[in-house]
Nanobody
């Protein structure tokens, strides 16, 4: 069992930056692929970024490519999402997710564990 706790959300002006963190419990974190998803009000939850178990490969939704960076420190059981050049359309609840397979995935059903989410609000 893995428990995930996100932090780092908040209110920021357009063009600003935030760094989200996701702390995981459990000794198997380093074998899991990790992902970030987001859900805006009235919309479905969408894929944002993913990273393989080793951190050797990363994947991004087109909407965030070049602005967001996913990374992980397995020794700290933590995955990060650095968000730069934020836009009002980035406003959403951001969720961290863990996948028992160490390989990349971009759909919700392929992830086994989820955090409670952290709110990110970008003002114009």
């Amino acid at each position: 069992q893995v428990q995930l706790v996100e932090s780092g959300g908040g209110l920021v002006q357009a063009g600003g930056s935030l760094r989200l963190s996701c702390a995981a419990s459990g000794r198997t974190f380093s074998s899991y692929a990790m992902g970030w998803f987001r859900q805006a009000p009235g919309k479905e939850r969408d894929f944002v970024a993913a990273i393989t178990w080793s951190g050797g490969s990363t994947y991004y939704a087109d909407s965030v490519k070049g602005r967001f960076t996913i990374s992980r420190v397995n020794a700290k059981n933590t995955v990060y999402l650095q968000m730069n050049s934020l836009k009002p359309e980035d406003t959403a609840v951001y969720y961290c997710a863990a996948r028992r397979s160490g390989n990349y995935a971009s759909t919700e059903r392929e992830y086994n564990y989820w955090g409670q989410g952290t709110q990110v609000t970008v003002s114009s």
